[in-house]
């Protein structure tokens, strides 16, 4: 079970926020609260930022940002590298945002959805986990979007020198290894760029992601 949470909002979303919070800690989670914490006016983007870095840097393994439509915190928390964040408005969108998404954040509207759906979505979410077996793919190929594009142009050119190992391009922006002596799904490269789905073999040749 999640032991800690964090949670933020802008003056739109405080008293949602709040209630959220106190559910949490009935049922035992550790909240940090990163603000608002009074009815005086904030913009969305400072707390946003401020709560979607703790994810970043895995001080949490899951955060809840709320304003008045959920909508601008979900855009200041997908900007953060390797942050995953869904604006959650029903059932369904909260449970497949983290089995299908990984997402490591929701987001809410304080002006579109009410106090108790919020709460049940927030349960939904927190008791769902990552089907890595159906979606791992999809969500690797949103992480390698955020990695620095010069990285990526240093990985793609610097497997393509591996012995064995040739970049064969099948369309605009796309490429396949073409691998000899190894699996072929060792390597999946992507847009210019590689990510390795063995990390050993990565490790063994000097490049990892």
């Known amino acids: 079970m999640l032991k800690k949470i964090v949670i933020g909002a802008d003056h739109l979303g405080k008293n949602l926020k709040d209630k959220i919070k106190e559910h949490l800690q009935s049922k035992g989670i550790e909240v940090l609260d990163v603000g608002v914490n009074d009815d005086s006016q904030v913009d969305y983007p400072d707390v946003g930022k401020t709560l979607a870095k703790k994810v970043q840097d895995s001080e949490f393994e899951r955060g809840i940002l709320v304003c008045g439509t959920g909508a ?3 855009i200041v928390a997908n900007k953060f590298s390797g942050v995953r964040a869904v604006c959650v408005n029903d059932a369904y969108t909260a449970e497949r945002s983290i089995a299908s998404n990984n997402a490591q954040i929701i987001t809410f509207g304080a002006l579109i959805t009410g106090t108790p759906n919020a709460i049940m979505y927030t349960d939904i979410w927190l008791k769902n986990n990552f089907q890595s077996e159906r979606s791992g793919k999809k969500v690797d190929k949103i992480n390698f ?17 591996l012995p064995g190992v040739s970049i064969v391009s099948t369309g605009p922006g796309i490429s396949k290894p073409s691998i000899r002596g190894l699996s072929y799904d060792r390597v999946v490269v992507y847009n210019q760029g590689v990510r390795l789905e063995n990390q050993q073999w990565g490790d063994e040749h000097g490049i990892g992601v």
């Open 72 to 74: 601008g915190m979900a």
């Open 145 to 161: 979007n955020n990695i620095n594009p010069i990285l990526k142009q240093y990985i793609s050119k610097s497997i393509s020198k």
